[in-house]
């Protein structure tokens, strides 16, 4: 089986020569054809653009329900239409789109099959975290994120116990009373324990704020206050953005676990009490912002999770669909390649990872970052 260091090099050429033309593409920039591959949990039409409705929120989209039923819409079977124009982006969004629409027109996959896998359109735009960043306007530093909100007093609170760092997390929030896009929220990681007297900051920051659909923005800084992609999955456990959108995307997260007052910082009930009055404020939010999304649905955006999530464990029967041969020809080619069960969702049996398969596919695409939701040694940055 190739290595991860030769499957890169061979996808280096991932586009076809200028001289191709297919009519039957849409040329209009902004527009793109999405393929939906049955899951194996089962989704209907229905659940499908549930999911995708959901992950284009994630990246900013307001979703103006008046005009969705045109920016979203089957035109086959299995392919769906998407106008990023007709979203509700900003206008930096939709120049950072329509840039990676047009890279994945050309390529291969795209030319061969009239689309690209819904599944990779968002493991790319939102699992790939630079280019989460560039859709979503994320600030490019730590200095320009707390100018932003400088002029609001923040409370700072010390975690002791962590179900996603290695040790104490300094969490600082800033909350008004008035507007949701004017709260922030920073968490520094640190090593050691601050009951345990040997608490070290370690200089990676992560926070969030608000984008204007109401939805959370995720940034990662490392120590020189630059924005980040975690790469070492041991040294950074709390995962990429991706990951943050699962606990946080309801609203602010209380603490898991039991942990300790801190002499000197916001009592846990404080906390506690502050997540609860900040979270009725957004619930109040989102209710009020017209979009063609139930935020009330909080499981429903398991439907998005599942579009990135069965793209990245693939069934035989998936990729069957994929590349268009056999089940029997699928196992055939990929002899030799391991496959898993995912021991977080039953379904998913018998799986295959993306990045182990990549070069065997029977064409070129565009490549995602290794991994769906945790740090990732391969981060792609096509909108440099």
């Known amino acids: 089986m190739p290595k991860k260091n030769s499957i890169y090099i061979l996808f280096t050429i991932i586009f076809c020569s200028s001289a191709c033309t297919y009519n039957h593409l849409p040329a209009n920039k902004g527009k793109i054809i999405l393929l939906q591959y049955a899951a194996p949990a089962n989704q209907s039409n229905e659940q499908f653009m549930t999911g995708i409705t959901w992950l284009f929120s994630y990246l900013g989209a307001k979703l103006p329900a008046e005009q969705f039923d045109e920016a979203v819409k089957y035109v086959g079977p299995q392919k769906i239409e998407v106008d990023v124009n007709l979203l509700g982006f900003s206008n930096p969004a939709v120049e950072q789109l329509s840039a990676l629409i047009s890279l994945f027109k050309n390529t291969e996959e795209y030319q061969l099959r009239g689309g690209i896998d819904a599944g990779r359109f968002f493991a790319v735009c939102f699992n790939s975290t630079f280019q989460y960043y560039s859709i979503t306007g994320a600030p490019r530093t730590l200095s320009e994120f707390s100018k932003k909100y400088a002029a609001f007093s923040a409370k700072i609170f010390a975690c002791d116990t962590s179900c996603i760092a290695n040790g104490s997390r300094l969490i600082s929030y800033r909350i008004s009373e008035t507007d949701i896009l004017k709260n922030s929220f920073l968490s520094e990681e640190g090593n ?20 204007e659909n109401g939805q959370p923005r995720f940034v990662i800084y490392d120590q020189n206050g630059n924005l980040y992609a ?19 995307e309801s609203g602010m997260q209380p603490t898991f676990y039991p942990t300790a007052n801190i002499a000197g910082y916001e009592t846990v009930e404080n906390f506690q009490l502050a997540a609860q009055t900040f979270n009725t404020r957004l619930n109040a939010f989102h209710q009020q912002t017209g979009a063609a999304l139930d935020f009330t649905k909080k499981q429903a955006h398991s439907q998005g999770e599942f579009i990135y999530l069965c793209f990245y464990e693939p069934t035989a029967a998936r990729l069957s669909e994929e590349w268009q041969m ?14 898993y069960d995912n021991p977080e969702f039953p379904f998913l049996k018998n799986v295959y990872h993306r990045a182990n398969i990549e ?16 740090a990732s040694a391969f981060e792609p940055n096509y909108l440099k």
């Not at 050691?192 to 984008?211: H, K, L, P």
């Not at 056999?326 to 496959?339: F, I």
Request: charged letters at 25%; glycine letters at 8%.
């Open 230 to 248: 975690p790469k070492e999955r041991g040294k950074h456990p709390a995962g990429k953005p991706a990951k943050c959108m699962w606990c946080h």
């Open 192 to 211: 050691g324990f601050f009951t345990q007297g040997n608490y070290v900051r370690s200089g990676v920051i992560e926070a969030f704020d608000y984008m």
């Open 359 to 374: 070069a065997y596919a029977p064409y070129k695409s565009m490549l995602a970052t290794d991994e769906m939701r945790e």
């Open 326 to 339: 056999s089940e029997a020809a699928v196992k055939e080619r990929l002899q030799g390649v391991p496959t």
